[in-house]
Structures are given as structure tokens and as C-alpha cells.
Nanobody, 118 residues
């Protein structure tokens, strides 16, 4: 199984920006969908954004217009650019992947913490 390693989390002030990276130990070219999830304290894990191998993207309404997901298959890396951060974005962020025709995400990173605080 491919292993993802997230990085780029940290402490930012409201209105600030942060870019999360996710490096894969193996090629991600064959992974159909890459997704970013987040889990805030006391809340369920939620899907933030996805990008397919063909570049199609989807975003949760709460982050649409603020976050941008991308993937670089050649470098086996995916990104989540987060702008206009607010305190509701505070969470542990995970990158994940699933293959075509599969419901569950089979590949996960360990998570990186994002804290938005004034």
C-alpha cells in the first residue's frame, strides 16, 4: 500500500494562508481520486476536497473559493492551498487516495494539524 506523509500544518491567524503537502512513497498516477479530509475536535471526519487523475476537482461548500486542491503525479505529491482561513478550519488534515470503482479510501497519511487562532 502507498503511504502518504502530510506536511505544512501549523499555527496561523484568521485570514492567513497555509499550503499543505502530501508526499507519497510510491507513484500516485494510478490512484484515481486524491482527497483531503479534516477532523476537528469533537466532530466527524469530513471530506474537504478531491481531485481525480484527470484533474477534476470538488470542494465542500465550507471551503469552496478558499481552498484549492492539486496533484503532481510526476512528483508523487498532492497539495491543499488554504486561503482566508478562519477558526472553523482548525482540524487535523489528512490526505487520502482511492482507486477507480472503489468506495473507500485505501491510502491515508498520518495527518497534519492546522490551528487557526487569533
Amino acid at each position: 500500500q502507498a503511504q502518504f506523509v502530510e506536511s505544512g500544518g501549523g499555527l496561523v491567524q484568521p485570514g492567513g494562508s497555509l499550503r499543505l503537502s502530501c508526499a507519497a512513497s510510491r507513484s500516485i498516477f494510478s490512484i484515481y481520486v486524491i482527497g483531503w479530509f479534516r477532523q476537528a475536535p469533537g466532530k466527524q471526519r469530513e471530506l474537504v476536497a478531491t481531485v481525480t487523475n484527470g484533474g477534476a476537482t470538488n470542494y465542500a461548500d465550507s471551503v469552496k473559493g478558499r481552498f484549492t486542491i492539486s496533484r503532481d503525479n510526476a512528483k508523487n505529491t498532492m497539495f491543499l492551498q488554504m486561503n482566508s482561513l478562519n477558526t472553523e478550519d482548525t482540524a487535523v488534515y489528512y490526505c487520502a487516495g482511492r482507486n477507480f470503482g472503489v468506495t473507500n479510501y485505501d491510502f491515508w497519511g498520518q495527518g497534519t494539524q492546522v490551528i487557526v487562532s487569533s
